[in-house]
């Protein structure tokens, strides 16, 4: 009681803020099983926690839909995993959704070298400008996530994924219910913050089920000027065709548009200040620093380069995704199941450079970096189990047409741009460069799993190969050709063992390879030709070998985990840049050697009772590169023996969490020690430690079938200044660069949720 009353005390300390409130409804559309959920992890009030791996042979965690609805709404579901053990992400927004800023990365590898899949359906790498895929959070709204599920490690087989070598991260949409049902919400918060969110579904009891759900979401930079938005629709259905097979249908629609912040260096943030943005709001200085630079005069105070502050840079992403798939179960023994899919992405990054005049005169020109997608795939596999033995075969094939080009637009003049900030420009009177990139993907895999009494065996291997080409359609700088990355036989084999009523030990070894990406701005094709031609039949993929053991217990009351990893890199490529990132000069394509990864991991989730959980997990990990680098005119750099960068050696969080029914909440501390972002270690960011809050209240009613939910989340409490994200223009070999992002400030954000 001692509890609640404190709850109700800090409501009514933040009236003004639970006034303006309102946010993500109850997730419940029923949510798709996580395969190895341990249906013990259950807190006395009924709700699921963070489930471990139950049977697996590697290192896995699933989070539900009620972590994911504690979540300020809007967060990207990254968030909700950011508490599982060898995690780190990063973002310089409260919601963790911009995305020139988001990063995430496993046990030291980055988001470029991890999985990704909705469904089953791949969403490529996570990266800014993705050639192949889309962020989550333009895939679905993340009140309609049932599960995600994380591998540490190499990804599993099963994957629709070929850049997988450090992990899988799997978004399960929840399924609809049986019944009508409306879900809404809404939320306002801090920097005019304002989100609405719908969902209404249809269905009958052993029938045809769906749902359409609408989201909107609005807000300001927290800093300098500028906005943030999206609209997003998402669509599913489920008709059981009968007793053995199941057809569903997904459809996604997103429209985002954000302004970007400033990329920032720690000698700017320690000169010009933590609120430090561009000079969006200023287009007369914006103006007047460009002329100073192009004449070779002394630029306005305070600007000491040209690059401090740009007039404004911005990203728009346009994406329609959807699948159809069916599961039939073809006798008592063997199961099938496919799926097709289709993505269409449409964008731009925009920047108003000072660098290059417009051709009518002004002093600033915008300058694109323009994206189209389009990708067909289709996957599926059959499984066979007679006994204690499982048999699954499967396969995926991908076509994917992507285009890029870099184009400069006029602005209207020294008085005004002529456009809004999130405005398309139009007839470019420059285009640097046009390529068209091709890529086709093959990909199959073998598993065998074999039960013996408490004893769980499993092998098998995936192979694939990855064609890629790159055609000029505006020449430039880049290269143009053709690259293949083929492996056909990745091995990997694990074992479990039963221990006693609730304990498993469990390890593993995985051989994974990563393909070449076909763009122009990233991987083989963004050198020069030169530099291609050089490296073009000397070219390996990258790869990795992942070895691990460690100990899992579920229990009633605590269910936790304890692993040790050795990872070897091979082959690791890396593109230097060279210059300030407006620039656009062509990635220096550099082989690093090998790099070794090895470390320890922890996790406890605790139901403690009387309505209390905790959780709390740790990290350590060693990553170290093991090769110097020759560059091309022979300069030796020594990165043998140095720190990879932003790969954190110490990372923990602990959160303790409450829910009687009635009141809930949960206050989280995330701590993450230094970062490196030079490859010879002289650069770094310091350690940091972060409070994030939740409370809420829910109210049993006559006039609504769910208790009206009232929920408000505060994060960064303490108000930390820190740096969040590292490596936003990459990395170089020394020295402070521009590629840092400071984290955002203390934010409020109120909800209200009803469901009918």
């Known amino acids: 009681m001692r509890l609640s009353a404190f709850l109700l005390a800090t409501c009514a300390a933040l009236t003004p803020a639970c006034a303006l409130a309102a946010v993500a409804p109850d997730a419940t559309p029923a949510a798709a099983p996580a395969a190895d959920a341990d249906a013990d992890a259950e807190a006395d009030t009924g709700r699921a926690i963070v489930v471990v791996g139950k049977g697996d042979t590697r290192q896995t965690q699933t989070v539900t839909a009620h972590d994911l609805a504690l979540l300020a709404p809007g967060s990207s579901p990254f968030k909700a995993i950011e508490n599982l053990p060898s995690v780190n992400f990063q973002s310089a927004d409260p919601f963790g959704a911009y995305e020139w800023a988001e990063r995430i990365s496993i046990r030291g590898f980055n988001q470029n070298a991890l999985g990704f899949n909705l469904d089953g359906v791949p969403l490529g790498d996570a990266s800014?400008?993705?050639?192949?895929?889309?962020?989550?959070?333009?895939?679905?709204?993340?009140?309609?996530?049932?599960t995600v599920q994380v591998v540490q490690g190499a990804g599993a087989l099963d994957s629709q994924s070929t850049n997988n070598l450090g992990g899988t991260i799997d978004y399960n949409s929840a399924d609809p219910v049986d019944h009508f049902a409306v879900d809404a919400s809404g939320t306002l918060g801090s920097f005019e913050s304002r989100r609405g969110f719908i969902r209404v579904n249809m269905g009958v009891a052993n029938g045809p089920r769906?749902?359409?759900?609408?989201?909107?979401?609005?807000?300001?930079k927290w800093k300098g000027v500028g906005v943030q938005k999206q609209q997003m629709v998402n669509a599913k259905l489920v008709v059981p065709v009968n007793s053995g097979t199941d057809v569903t249908g997904?459809?996604?629609?997103?429209?985002?548009?954000?302004?970007?912040?400033?990329?920032?260096?720690?000698?700017?943030?320690?000169?010009?200040?933590?609120?430090?943005?561009?000079?969006?709001?200023?287009?007369?200085?914006?103006?007047?620093?460009?002329?100073?630079?192009q004449n070779g005069t002394a630029?306005?105070?305070?600007?000491?380069?040209?690059?401090?502050?740009?007039?404004?840079?911005?990203?728009?992403?346009?994406?329609?995704?959807?699948?159809?798939?069916?599961?039939?179960?073809?006798?008592?023994?063997?199961t099938a199941e496919a799926k097709g899919y289709y993505h269409q992405n449409d964008g731009a990054g925009l920047w108003y450079t000072p660098y290059v005049p417009s051709a009518n005169g002004s002093a600033i020109s915008?300058?694109?970096?323009?994206?189209?997608?389009?990708?067909?795939?289709?996957?599926?596999?059959?499984?066979?189990q007679t006994g204690n033995n499982t048999l699954v075969v499967g396969g995926w094939y991908e076509n994917?047409?992507?285009?890029?080009?870099?184009?400069?637009?006029?602005?209207?003049?020294?008085?005004?741009?002529?456009?809004?900030?999130?405005?398309m420009p139009s007839n470019p009177f420059f285009t640097q460069w046009q390529y068209n990139y091709g890529t086709d993907t093959m990909q199959y895999y073998v598993q065998d799993t074999f039960k013996l009494g408490d004893l769980t065996l499993n092998g098998g291997w995936k192979g694939f190969q990855v064609i890629e080409r790159a055609n000029a359609v505006v020449p430039g700088t880049l290269a143009g050709g053709r690259i293949t990355s083929t492996d056909w036989f990745q091995p990997s084999v694990g074992a479990a063992y039963k221990i006693g009523a609730h304990g498993e030990a469990f390890g593993s070894f995985s051989q994974s390879t990563q393909a070449f990406v076909a763009a122009g701005t990233t991987g083989p094709f963004s050198t020069t030709q030169a530099g291609f031609a050089a490296i073009q039949s000397s070219l390996k993929p990258q790869s990795s070998d992942t070895y691990e053991v460690g100990y899992r217990y579920g229990d009633g009351m605590f269910h936790g985990t304890l692993g040790a990893y050795w990872v070897n890199f091979h082959n690791r490529l890396l593109g230097v840049t060279s210059g300030a990132g407006i620039v656009g000069s062509p990635t220096i394509l550099q082989n690093v050697g090998g790099v070794r990864s090895a470390g320890i991991e922890a996790l406890l989730n605790a139901n403690l009772g009387h309505g209390f959980g905790a959780t709390v997990s740790y990290s350590y990990n060693d990553s170290t590169y093991r090769n110097n680098v020759v560059q091309a005119d022979g300069t030796v750099v020594a990165t043998r023996g140095k720190t990879v960068v932003d790969a954190p050696r110490n990372m923990a969080r602990a959160e303790l969490n409450y829910d009687d029914t009635v009141f809930f909440?949960?206050?989280?501390?995330?701590?993450?020690?230094?970062?490196?972002?030079?490859?010879?270690?002289?650069a770094m960011v310091g350690a940091?430690?972060?409070?994030?809050?939740?409370?809420?209240?829910?109210?049993?009613?006559?006039?609504?079938?769910?208790?009206?939910?009232?929920?408000?989340?505060?994060?960064?409490?303490?108000?930390?200044?820190?740096?969040?994200?590292?490596?936003?223009?990459?990395?170089?070999?020394?020295?402070?660069?521009?590629?840092?992002?400071?984290?955002?400030?203390?934010?409020?954000?109120g909800t209200i949720k009803l469901g009918f």
């Not at 749902?211 to 300001?220: P, R």
């Not at 994406?319 to 023994?333: A, E, P, R």
């Not at 189209?372 to 996957?379: K, N, P, Q, S, Y």
């Not at 992507?402 to 741009?417: E, G, I, K």
């Open 128 to 146: 800014y400008g993705n050639d192949n895929g889309l962020h989550i959070s333009r895939a679905i709204a993340t009140e309609n996530i049932g």
């Open 210 to 220: 769906g749902y359409v759900s609408y989201t909107y979401s609005d807000g300001d």
């Open 250 to 293: 997904y459809f996604s629609y997103s429209d985002r548009k954000e302004n970007d912040y400033q990329d920032m260096s720690l000698g700017m943030i320690q000169r010009l200040g933590y609120n430090w943005d561009n000079n969006s709001g200023n287009y007369a200085q914006a103006v007047a620093v460009a002329r100073a630079y």
């Open 299 to 334: 630029l306005p105070a305070p600007f000491q380069t040209v690059d401090d502050a740009y007039y404004n840079a911005g990203g728009l992403r346009k994406d329609y995704l959807g699948y159809v798939g069916i599961k039939s179960k073809l006798s008592s023994q063997i």
């Open 366 to 384: 915008i300058r694109t970096t323009e994206y189209g997608i389009r990708r067909a795939g289709v996957f599926g596999d059959v499984k066979a």
């Open 400 to 423: 994917n047409t992507f285009r890029q080009a870099r184009r400069y637009y006029n602005t209207a003049s020294d008085t005004v741009p002529g456009y809004g900030l999130l405005d």
């Open 665 to 682: 909440g949960k206050v989280s501390v995330d701590y993450m020690s230094k970062r490196y972002y030079t490859y010879l270690n002289d």
């Open 688 to 749: 940091r430690a972060l409070v994030d809050a939740t409370v809420g209240y829910r109210w049993k009613n006559a006039y609504t079938a769910k208790p009206v939910e009232l929920q408000l989340n505060i994060t960064n409490l303490m108000n930390a200044h820190y740096v969040s994200t590292i490596g936003t223009n990459g990395f170089t070999n020394s020295g402070d660069s521009q590629t840092l992002m400071v984290g955002a400030p203390r934010a409020f954000f």
